[in-house]
Nanobody
Framework: QVQLVESGGGLVQAGGSLRLSCAGS????????MGWFRQAPGKEREFVAA????????NYANSVKGRFTISRDNAKNTVSLQMNSLKPEDTAVYYC????????????????WGKGTLVTVSS
């Protein structure tokens, strides 16, 4: 079965950095666009970043543009999210997502989700 397993979450001070990783298995990874979403307590799950199946195209939420970078390694079936200049408002559970061929900035219709990893940014 398909599994997406996130890692790299934790506690960091404001202004710090974290790198999240997601390892995929059970799917033809290079055929899937990959993305990251996040959900803060009491809020809806929201789009953070996406990368095309080839890695040639990326898309970011305005709130993270210039601070976060998404990348992928199809040889290792992994996608990563480098998060710099973290802010307390970035505190959330971060979810890895996979969608066949393309991924639009919406939580609706995603093919596969990971279970999430918690990122806490202290002020």
């Amino acid at each position: 079965q398909v599994q997406l397993v996130e890692s790299g979450g934790g506690l960091v001070q404001a202004g710090g950095s974290l790198r999240l990783s997601c390892a995929g298995s059970g799917l033809t990874f290079s055929s899937y666009a990959m993305g990251w979403f996040r959900q803060a307590p009491g809020k809806e799950r929201e789009f953070v970043a996406a990368i095309s199946w080839s890695g040639s195209s990326t898309n970011y939420a305005n709130s993270v543009k210039g601070r976060f970078t998404i990348s992928r390694d199809n040889a290792k079936n992994t996608v990563s999210l480098q998060m710099n200049s973290l802010k307390p408002e970035d505190t959330a559970v971060y979810y890895c997502a996979a969608n066949y061929l393309m991924l639009v900035p919406s939580k609706e219709g995603i093919d596969y989700w990971g279970k999430g990893t918690l990122v806490t940014v202290s002020s």
